[in-house]
């Protein structure tokens, strides 16, 4: 089994910074792309940022210049920058990864909790 656990959301008002970290652990065979995720209240969850295991990244038009996504393959840790925040960013934010474990070879989906980040006016 893989558990991903994120960490470092809060409240912030707008302009400011966060870091947004997840670290996968469990029975991890291979750890593919990561990504983060968003869920606004009442819409629907999408794509903040993905990163793959050869430091490719892909960012939604909404968070570029914003936001940095970075990895670290040894750690299995996957961070999220968040810089100029602004009011429309607060959502709970997901981490996701596509892993295969020991017990499986074949890559599946893998989510965090989500964690909350709000940002004020």
């Known amino acids: 089994q893989v558990q991903l656990v994120e960490s470092g959301g809060g409240l912030v008002q707008s302009g400011g910074s966060l870091r947004l970290s997840c670290a996968a652990s469990?029975?991890?065979?291979?750890?593919?792309?990561m990504r983060w995720y968003r869920q606004a209240p009442g819409k629907q969850r999408e794509l903040v940022v993905g990163?793959?295991?050869?430091?490719?990244?892909i960012y939604a038009d909404s968070v570029k210049g914003r936001f940095t996504i970075s990895r670290d393959n040894a750690k299995n840790t996957v961070t999220l920058q968040m810089n100029s925040l602004k009011p429309e960013d607060t959502a709970i934010y997901y981490c996701?990864?596509?892993?295969?474990?020991?017990?499986?070879?074949?890559?599946?989906?893998?989510w965090g909790q989500g964690t909350q980040v709000t940002v004020s006016s």
């Open positions: 990163i793959t295991s050869g430091d490719k990244t």
């Open positions: 469990g029975s991890i065979f291979r750890l593919n792309d």
């Open positions: 996701n990864a596509l892993v295969a474990t020991t017990a499986s070879l074949i890559f599946r989906d893998y």
